[in-house]
C-alpha cells in the first residue's frame, strides 16, 4: 500500500471494516429471506458512517452513494414495509460494496476516488421510489423531514438548524421544551494515540444528526478550528441534544465511536439544564457563517500512531488495540535476529568442549526467554480464517446466480488461526477452487434431481490444525471430475512424462493445476482459458504448502490444502555432506538411518532405490547433485533421511547429522532464485557459528527426479 496520510490511512481501516460488515450482514439477509430490525440498524448505521466520513474527506461520489443506500433503510426502519425484495435489496448492497472497495483500492495505491457513482445513485434512487409505491406509500415524501418536524413547524420560518455553537446562554434565559424527548448531555473522552480525534468527533455528530431533533457540541468548529483536537483531548468533546431515543438507546449509540476511551451521559430535564443552548436569533445569526463550504484543513504529516483502542465504557480501559502490520512484521524480524544470535553465542567455536556451568545454565535460560517471546509474537500475527472464509459467501451468490444453479456454502473451523501473511495470500487460491466447484463440480437443478441429488448443491470449507500445518479441504457434491476428459486434454496438452496406464487417478486430476489446462469447451467469465488453476499452485507453494485433488465421479470432489502455521521461524535438521551444510526442515523427514548392504537397489532406469513401507522409494546423493568433494561415498558410511513430499517418499543421503536448531528461513539472492527449481533449494539461514546453510526442499528435489 502506498504511503497515505493518517487521516486517510484511518479512513481506509474504517470503511473496509465497513463494507466487510456490509457484505456478511446483506449475504445473511437473504440467506434467511428476510431483514430482521437489527440487521436493517446495522446497515444503516454503517452507510451513515461511511456517508458521513466520506463527506468530510470531501469523497463525494462514494458519499452521495452510501446516502442513497442508506435511504433505502431508513425508509424499511421507519415504515416497516410488508413488500421487500430483499434479494434485490441485496444486489444494491453490494453493487454499492463493490464499487466502494474500487474506491477504496485506489486510496491504497496513493490514487485519487474518480470513478462516477451516478448511475448507481440514479438506479438506486429509482429503486426506492418503486419500493414505496410497491407499498402504498408517496414516494415524493421526505421522510426524514417529516420524521423531524415538531410544534415549532407553525412559527414563522428559520433558517436551517446549524450544528455549531454559537455563545454561551445562562440557563435561565432559554424556556423549558416540553414533550416526549428526552434531553442528554454527553462527554466523550478520545485516546490520543488513536490519532484524528477531530474525525472521531465529526463521526459522532453525522451518527447523531438523523436521531437528534437538536444537536449543539463544543468546540464549535471542528475542522476549521486547529485547536480543536487539543481541546477535545483536554476537556473532552461536549454535546447537547434532544431526542426521542431512550438512555441505554444513546449509550449504545455513542459506544460505537471508535477509540473511545470514556463516555459521560446524563440526562436532564430540561434544555435550560444545558450549559449552551442558542436561541433563534442566535441561529439565525450562525447562518451567515454557513454561506461558505466547510473545507476540512489539511493535517500535518503524522507518525501512524500503533494503538488505536476501541470503543469502551465509562471508567474501563478498552482490552482491544489495533497494530499495523508492518510493525508485527518487523518485530517478527528482530525475534528471528535473537534467534541467531543465541545460537551463534551458545554455539560458538571458541567454547566448544569447554564446561561452563554457569554459561550452560544463562544459556538455558535465554532459550526460554526467546522460546516464549517468539510463540507470544507469533501469537500476535496469528488471525481467525473466519473473514477470509466468509468472503467466499460472495462467490457462491454470485456464481449461483448467473449460472442458474443452486448450492449453498458451510463453513467448519473457521476460528481455526493462521499467521497473519497466509491469510493475506490464501483468499485467491480459495476463490479460483470454489468457484471452479461451482463452475464445474456442481451440475444444474434438473441434472442433480434426475440423479436423485438435492437440487441444492453443497460446497463445504472447513480448516483445522494438525501439528504444525493447518489443513484447509473444499469439498463438494457435485458431479466429479472426468478422469477419460482430463487425460485426453493431457495428452493433446504435451504434458504426459510417462505411459498412461501408469498414472493414478489422483495423478491425472492433478493434472488441472498446470499452467493452461482446461476441459472446458466454451470459454465464459469464469473458466475456460485455463488460467486460474496453476495460480492457486503458485501461491500455495510461495507459503510452503502442497495441494492435493481427488474425485469420486457422480457424488464430487475435494481438494486439500496444507499450510504451515508460520513461515518464519522453524524446525530444521542441519546435515553435512563434505565440507558443506544444509538444513532440511523437520516437518519433511520421517525417519532417518544408517542403511546396510542389501538394503539399497538399482531399478531398470538405474536409479538407486530402497523400500519404505512396501514402496521403492529414490535415494538422491547431495554430492553428486551439488558436485561435492570429499564426501562419503559408500551408503553404509552415511545417512540416509527419509523426507516425504506430497505423499511421496525420498531419500536424502548425507555425511551425518549435526542436530536440530531453530532456524530464521531467508529468501537466497535474486541471481541464485532463478536456479532454485534446478537445485531443490528454497532459502537459507544463518548456523551458530556464522555460516550460512542452504534450505532443501524435498519437493522440489523430488521434482528434479521426475523431471
Known amino acids: 500500500m502506498a504511503e497515505n496520510e493518517p487521516m486517510v490511512e484511518v479512513f481506509i481501516?474504517?470503511?473496509?471494516q465497513f463494507l466487510?460488515?456490509?457484505?456478511?450482514?446483506a449475504l445473511a439477509s437473504e440467506d434467511s429471506g428476510s431483514f430482521q430490525p437489527e440487521d436493517v440498524n446495522e446497515v444503516f448505521r454503517a452507510m451513515h458512517t461511511i456517508k458521513g466520513s466520506a463527506a468530510m474527506m470531501l469523497y463525494d461520489e462514494i458519499s452521495h452513494l452510501a446516502h442513497a443506500v442508506e435511504d433505502i433503510f431508513f425508509y424499511i426502519r421507519e415504515l416497516h414495509p410488508e413488500k421487500i425484495d430483499v434479494s434485490a435489496v441485496t444486489d444494491i448492497v453490494l453493487t454499492a460494496v463493490d464499487f466502494m472497495n474500487g474506491e477504496m483500492d485506489k486510496l491504497d495505491s496513493g490514487a485519487q476516488p474518480d470513478a462516477s457513482s451516478e448511475e448507481l445513485q440514479k438506479s438506486t434512487h429509482e429503486f426506492l421510489r418503486n419500493f414505496k409505491l410497491e407499498n402504498g406509500h408517496d414516494p415524493d415524501v421526505d421522510l426524514r423531514k417529516a420524521k423531524n418536524k415538531t410544534p415549532k413547524a407553525a412559527e414563522p420560518a428559520e433558517p436551517a438548524k446549524q450544528q455549531?455553537?454559537?455563545?454561551?446562554?445562562?440557563?435561565e434565559e432559554v424556556k423549558t421544551e416540553t414533550g416526549s424527548s428526552h434531553v442528554y448531555k454527553a462527554v466523550l473522552q478520545f485516546d490520543p494515540e488513536g490519532g484524528m480525534v477531530e474525525v472521531r468527533a465529526f463521526g459522532v455528530i453525522n451518527r447523531l444528526e438523523d436521531q437528534a431533533s437538536e444537536l449543539h457540541y463544543l468546540p464549535e468548529k471542528i475542522i476549521e478550528d486547529e485547536t480543536a483536537a487539543d481541546t477535545i483531548i483536554k476537556d473532552g468533546f461536549k454535546l447537547w441534544f434532544t431526542?426521542?431515543?431512550?438512555?441505554?438507546?444513546?449509550?449504545?449509540?455513542l459506544d460505537e465511536t471508535m477509540c473511545l476511551t470514556g463516555l459521560e451521559l446524563t440526562e436532564l430535564s430540561s434544555t435550560a439544564e444545558c450549559e449552551y443552548w442558542p436561541t433563534p436569533k442566535q441561529k439565525a445569526a450562525q447562518a451567515v457563517e454557513e454561506a461558505s463550504p466547510i473545507v476540512p484543513v489539511k493535517p500535518e504529516a503524522k507518525p501512524w500512531p500503533a494503538p488505536m483502542k476501541q470503543a469502551g465504557h465509562e471508567g474501563h480501559e478498552s482490552q482491544m488495540i489495533s497494530v499495523r502490520v508492518d510493525k508485527l512484521d518487523r518485530l517478527m524480524e528482530l525475534v528471528g535476529e535473537m534467534v541467531i544470535a543465541e545460537s551463534m553465542v551458545t554455539q560458538n567455536p571458541d567454547i566448544r568442549g569447554m564446561e561452563l556451568s554457569n554459561f550452560d545454565k544463562a544459556a538455558r535460560q535465554l532459550h526460554k526467554i526467546n522460546g516464549e517471546l517468539q510463540d507470544r509474537v507469533m501469537a500476535l500475527r496469528m488471525v481467525p480464517l473466519e473473514a477470509t472464509f466468509k468472503k467466499m459467501n460472495r462467490i457462491v451468490r454470485d456464481m449461483t446466480k448467473k449460472l442458474g444453479k443452486?448450492?449453498?456454502?458451510m463453513l467448519v473451523g473457521a476460528d481455526t488461526e493462521v499467521d497473519k501473511n497466509v491469510t493475506e495470500h490464501i483468499g485467491d487460491p480459495l476463490m479460483h477452487i470454489i468457484r471452479n466447484s461451482i463452475d464445474h463440480g456442481i451440475e444444474m437443478p434438473e441434472v442433480r434431481k434426475e440423479a436423485g441429488k438435492p437440487e441444492l448443491g453443497t460446497v463445504v470449507l472447513s480448516a483445522q490444525n494438525a501439528g504444525g500445518e493447518v489443513v484447509i479441504r473444499i469439498e463438494d457434491d457435485g458431479g466429479g471430475m472426468n478422469r477419460d476428459r482430463i487425460m485426453k486434454k493431457a495428452k493433446e496438452k504435451g504434458i504426459l512424462t510417462k505411459p498412461e496406464e501408469e498414472y493414478t487417478d489422483q495423478e491425472v486430476y492433478s493434472f488441472i493445476f498446470a499452467p493452461g489446462f482446461s476441459t472446458?469447451?466454451?470459454?465464459?467469465e469464469f473458466s475456460g482459458r485455463g488460467v486460474g488453476m496453476d495460480v492457486v499452485v503458485s501461491n500455495i507453494k510461495a507459503l510452503g504448502g502442497t495441494i492435493t485433488v481427488d474425485s469420486n465421479p457422480g457424488k464430487g470432489s475435494v481438494t486439500i490444502i496444507r499450510i504451515p502455521l508460520t513461515l518464519a521461524i522453524v524446525e530444521g535438521m542441519c546435515i553435512k555432506v563434505?565440507?558443506?551444510?544444509?538444513?532440511?526442515p523437520i516437518s519433511s523427514i520421517r525417519r532417518s538411518f544408517r542403511p546396510e548392504e542389501g538394503d539399497v537397489f538399482l531399478d531398470v532406469s538405474g536409479q538407486e532405490m530402497f523400500m519404505e513401507e512396501g514402496s521403492p522409494c529414490p535415494i538422491v546423493r547431495l554430492h553428486r547433485?551439488?558436485?561435492?568433494?570429499?564426501?562419503?561415498?559408500?551408503l553404509t558410511e552415511g545417512i540416509l533421511l527419509v523426507t516425504e513430499a506430497d505423499d511421496h517418499y525420498l531419500g536424502i543421503f548425507a555425511d551425518e547429522l549435526v542436530g536440530v536448531q531453530q532456524i530464521v528461513v531467508k529468501p537466497v539472492p535474486g541471481y541464485i532464485q532463478a536456479m532454485t527449481k534446478m537445485t531443490g533449494i528454497t532459502g537459507c539461514t544463518i548456523l551458530g557459528d556464522g555460516s550460512i546453510s542452504l534450505i532443501i526442499d524435498p519437493g522440489k528435489l523430488m521434482g528434479l527426479l521426475v523431471e
Not at 455549531?164 to 440557563?171: E, H, L, N, T
Not at 472446458?520 to 465464459?524: A, L, M
Open 13 to 16: 481501516y474504517e470503511t473496509r
Open 20 to 25: 466487510e460488515q456490509l457484505e456478511q450482514v
Open 164 to 171: 455549531y455553537f454559537i455563545q454561551a446562554v445562562k440557563p
Open 243 to 253: 431526542t426521542g431515543l431512550g438512555v441505554e438507546e444513546v449509550r449504545k449509540l
Open 406 to 409: 443452486q448450492a449453498k456454502l
Open 520 to 524: 472446458k469447451e466454451q470459454v465464459t
Open 578 to 584: 563434505g565440507g558443506s551444510g544444509y538444513t532440511i
Open 625 to 634: 547433485l551439488y558436485d561435492i568433494d570429499g564426501a562419503k561415498e559408500q
